[in-house]
Structures are given as C-alpha cells and as structure tokens.
Antibody, heavy 121, light 106 residues
Framework: EVQLVESGGGLVQPGGSLRLSCAAS????????MHWVRQATGKGLEWVSV???????YYPDSVKGRFTISRENAKNSLYLQMNSLRAEDTAVYYC???????????????WGQGTLVTVSS | IQLTQSPSFLSASVGDRVTITCRAS??????LAWYQQKPGQAPKLLIS???TLQSGVPSRFSGSGSGTEFTLTISSLQPEDFATYYC?????????FGGGTKVEIK
C-alpha cells in the first residue's frame, strides 16, 4: 500500500523550532520529488518546499531562510526543519510526492494525512 | 504565478453539470493539476497535465485548457463530489495553488 505518514507536529512558541518527518512506504521513494504543502484552518493550500530526486531544493519567499527540506532515501524519509516560527506558520503540514517519467510529470500523489503545527505563546 | 479560480463557491444539485475555471497570471503551458479535498482529508489528485485523468478517477471529471485558462468539468454531479476543488500550476517555482472552489449541495 502506498503511504506517507507525517509526524513531529505540535505546539511551539513564536521564534521556536520544530522538525517534521514523513515516512514513505509502498513506492520507490528515491524516484519521487518530495514536497511539503500546508493549510491553515479554513484556508487554502500553500506550497512550502520541494526536494528533487537529485537533492535540489526550492522554497517560496514566505519560508525561505527559515525552513529547510531534506531527505534520506535509505530510510524512505522526508524532513522539514522549521526555525524562527511565526504565528502565521500555524497550519496542517502535508508531505506529498510527485513523479516524473519519460512521458511527463504528474501532479502531487501520494499525500500524507497531515500533521498540525501550532505556533502560539 | 497567480492562479485565480472562479467561482469561489458553487451551489449545485445532484446531476448538474459543473464547470470551474482557473486562470493563470502568465502562461503555464499545460502544467496544471486539479485536486479534490473533503473536510478533514488530504487533497486527492484528479487531473494532471491539464487534461489527463488520474487512474481511478471517474470519467465524469474532465479537464481542458492550456496557456492561461483552464477548466474542470463534472458532467453529472454525484453526492460524493461535494468538496473543495483546487487548481495548481507546476510550470515554475514557486508552485502555486488557486484559492479553491467549494461545491455545496443546493
């Protein structure tokens, strides 16, 4: 069964740090670009970061310099180190995979169930 | 690249034909995906490449468009289709999502 399971969410004070993990199973993890996407309560989806199969990374300006994405293919695991957290980072964080083949790239599939990060004093 | 979805809210009945539009602020070729999200669940990929239906997605869903204007059509709305739908551009970083279209029961 294809599965992504996030962990590491919780309550953290503004300015604090948190490390999210995403465990993959049921597919060839090393062949997928891996992404983090977040969703504040009642709001839309916001793309947070990507790490490609070659280790290249990209971030939107909203998290650049504060968040770091990494992966450990031997452990089928994805990580998101979040520093200098702000109230506006409060959201459910999803990990998601994206596969590219010789015939093209697809959308994000699979997705994890999400982990809640709350930044509050 | 900004994506503008319309409408943001849609009230429809079972059996209705529903069309959701997604407009990009600049051309994105066909690098557009559509997702369905139900409350408390992760998004589900419906369509990639603007028009390619994902395996297992019912054929009543279809996508079209290229460049800057795209549509998601549900040919005959079913009870399980009431959800929020998002478009996403995959042409260039930062990747972006549309604001969402909530489809509710009339």
């Amino acid at each position: 069964e294809v599965q992504l399971v996030e962990s590491g969410g919780g309550l953290v004070q503004p300015g604090g740090s948190l490390r999210l993990s995403c465990a993959a199973s049921g597919f060839t993890f090393s062949s997928y670009d891996m992404h983090w996407v977040r969703q504040a309560t009642g709001k839309g989806l916001e793309w947070v970061s990507v790490i490609g199969t070659a280790g290249d990374t990209y971030y939107p300006d909203s998290v650049k310099g504060r968040f770091t994405i990494s992966r450990e293919n031997a452990k089928n695991s994805l990580y998101l180190q979040m520093n200098s957290l702000r109230a506006e980072d409060t959201a459910v964080y999803y990990c998601a995979g994206r596969y590219c083949s010789s015939s093209g790239c697809y959308g994000f599939d699979p997705w994890g169930q999400g982990t809640l990060v709350t930044v509050s004093s | 690249i900004q994506l503008t979805q319309s409408p943001s809210f849609l009230s429809a009945s079972v059996g209705d034909r529903v069309t959701i539009t997604c407009r990009a602020s600049q051309g994105i070729n066909s690098y557009l995906a559509w997702y369905q999200q139900k409350p408390g669940q992760a998004p589900k990929l419906l369509i990639s490449g603007a028009s390619t239906l994902q395996s297992g997605v019912p054929s009543r869903f279809s996508g079209s468009g290229s460049g800057t204007e795209f549509t998601l059509t549900i040919s005959s709305l079913q009870p399980e289709d009431f959800a929020t739908y998002y478009c996403q551009q995959l042409n260039s970083h930062p990747l972006t999502f549309g604001g969402g279209t909530k489809v509710e029961i009339k």
